[in-house]
């Protein structure tokens, strides 16, 4: 089954601890993203990845940094988590298309409470 | 620069009735254009797109989204609206040369009663 596997899908933690969210995709997919959800923000791109060893900066790329050292896996870390990004995070793959014109497949979510 | 505006934060239609969501984008160049929903405790799942063509797309579960340029609009409708509708739905655009990144909308939830 085609899928983007986000891990963990819920994490309280706390100010300071550097934490991972692994994002995994079966699809052999060139393209993935992270975004961040907030309520009235919609979604907001962190970081994404053309390939393996090529990533760039989105909207709101502070505080996270992410790498792509394969082609299935593309993780989002928190060095020094903030209240501020306490979110609903999901990472995405892109269905190939002519010049990047396909979908994205979307993961199922990660929620992350930072006290 | 690019941007996506859902004018309406909720949509409510009694279920028959005809929907619309409505989308409006600015970007440079011919946009790439999109429509997503969620459902509660989900990830977005993709409905459908406008790349080039035909200015009416149908998608997934009955919807269909009319691309007017004119208007820089790219409106969800759906001729009959069923309860199973109700979700959050985000339109999403990019411009052709920026490969990587794609602009989201703030979300519209609809609510479709019985």
């Known amino acids: 089954e085609a899928q983007v596997t986000q891990n963990p899908r819920y994490l309280i933690t706390v100010t300071g601890k550097k934490l991972t969210v692994t994002c995994s995709q079966n699809?052999?997919?060139?393209?993935m993203s992270w975004y961040r959800q907030d309520p009235g923000l919609g979604l907001r791109q962190i970081y994404y990845?053309?390939?393996?060893?090529?990533?760039d900066k989105g909207d709101v790329p502070e505080g996270y940094k992410v790498s792509r050292k394969e082609k299935r896996n593309f993780p989002l870390i928190l060095e020094s988590p903030s209240p501020n990004q306490t979110s609903l995070y999901f990472c995405?793959?892109?269905?190939?298309?002519?010049?990047?014109?396909?979908?994205?497949?979307f993961g199922e979510g990660s929620r992350l409470t930072v006290l | 620069a690019q941007s996506v505006a859902q004018p309406e934060d909720q949509v409510k239609v009694a279920e028959g009735n005809p929907l619309t969501v409505k989308c409006t984008y600015s970007?440079?160049?011919?946009?790439?254009l999109f429509w997503y929903v969620q459902y509660p405790n989900r990830g977005l799942q993709f409905l459908l797109k406008?790349?080039?063509?035909?200015?009416l797309v149908k998608g997934s579960y009955g919807f269909e989204a009319e691309f007017n340029k004119s208007q820089t609009s790219f409106h969800l409708k759906k001729p009959s609206a069923l309860v199973s509708d109700s979700a959050l739905y985000f339109c999403?655009?990019?411009?052709?040369?920026?490969?990587?990144?794609?602009?989201f909308g703030r979300g519209t939830q609809l609510t479709v009663w019985p």
């Open positions: 999403a655009v990019r411009a052709p040369r920026a490969l990587g990144r794609l602009y």
């Open positions: 995405a793959s892109r269905i190939p298309g002519l010049a990047g014109t396909g979908e994205l497949f």
């Open positions: 970007v440079s160049g011919n946009p790439y």
């Open positions: 406008y790349i080039t063509g035909d200015n």
């Open positions: 990845s053309m390939n393996v060893e090529v990533t």
């Open positions: 699809m052999n997919h060139e393209y």
